[in-house]
């Protein structure tokens, strides 16, 4: 079973960047197609961002132009780069394997945006 650790999260305030990063512990996760995911109090988890295997790249809607996922398969990391970020990008962000996150969560990384 692979294991996913993400760190980098912090308080930043509106326009600002922070940068994610998600290690996962096992051989097979250069395999994965891969993503970042996020939950907000209240609401349910969402997919942000995906990464192939190819390094073909999806975004939410509501982080277009503004994130952006790389990944790097020989160190087994998958990364999130946000700019201009707002507070309704609060959340704590997940990293897990895509569409589905069929792995076992991490305990993810708090992301808080405000002034």
């Known amino acids: 079973q692979v294991q996913l650790v993400e760190s980098g999260g912090g308080l930043v305030q509106p326009g600002g960047s922070l940068r994610l990063s998600c290690e996962g512990f096992g051989d097979i996760f250069k395999l994965y197609i891969l993503g970042w995911y996020r939950q907000a109090p209240g609401k349910p988890r969402e997919s942000v961002a995906q990464i192939t295997t190819t390094e073909t790249t999806h975004y939410a809607e509501t982080v277009k132009g503004r994130f952006t996922i790389s990944r790097d398969n020989a160190k087994n990391t998958v990364s999130l780069q946000m700019n201009n970020l707002k507070p309704e990008d609060t959340a704590v962000y997940y990293c897990?394997?895509?569409?589905?996150?069929?792995?076992?969560w991490g305990q993810g990384t708090q992301v808080t945006v405000s002034a």
């Open positions: 897990n394997t895509a569409p589905y996150g069929g792995l076992t």
